[in-house]
């Protein structure tokens, strides 16, 4: 079983940073894909940026490519995603997931995810 908790979410001004951190638990951490999506008010959830399990791989959303950076300490079972120029579009419930399978090497498709954190409230203010 993995457990994920997310950390790092809260109010900003557009034009802002956060970082996000996702803290797993699981004996072999360094050979999940990791994944962050996010769920606004009224919308499906959609994908963010996933990561590979050495962190050598990395893919993002258009919406937020540039912006955003997903990334992994191993030593520390964590992943982080860094978001600068926040817009008022990125508020969302921000989740973080995992893919123990080691079918993918990383991979944008939620349905390939076993394991979801219970989400971190972002919101950007105008």
């Known amino acids: 079983q993995v457990q994920l908790v997310e950390s790092g979410g809260g109010l900003v001004q557009a034009g802002g940073s956060l970082r996000l951190s996702c803290a797993a638990s699981?004996?072999?951490?360094?050979?999940?894909?990791m994944g962050w999506f996010r769920q606004a008010p009224g919308k499906e959830r959609e994908f963010v940026a996933t990561?590979?399990?050495?962190?050598?791989?990395?893919d993002y959303a258009d919406s937020v490519k540039g912006r955003f950076t997903i990334s992994r300490d191993n030593a520390k079972n964590t992943v982080y995603l860094q978001m600068n120029s926040l817009k008022p579009e990125d508020t969302a419930v921000y989740y973080c997931?995992?893919?123990?399978?080691?079918?993918?090497?990383?991979?944008?498709?939620?349905?390939?995810?076993?394991?979801w954190g219970q989400g971190t409230q972002v919101t950007v203010s105008s």
């Open positions: 699981g004996h072999t951490f360094s050979n999940y894909a």
């Open positions: 997931a995992a893919d123990p399978s080691g079918r993918y090497l990383y991979t944008i498709e939620e349905d390939e995810y076993d394991y």
């Open positions: 990561i590979s399990w050495s962190g050598g791989r990395t």
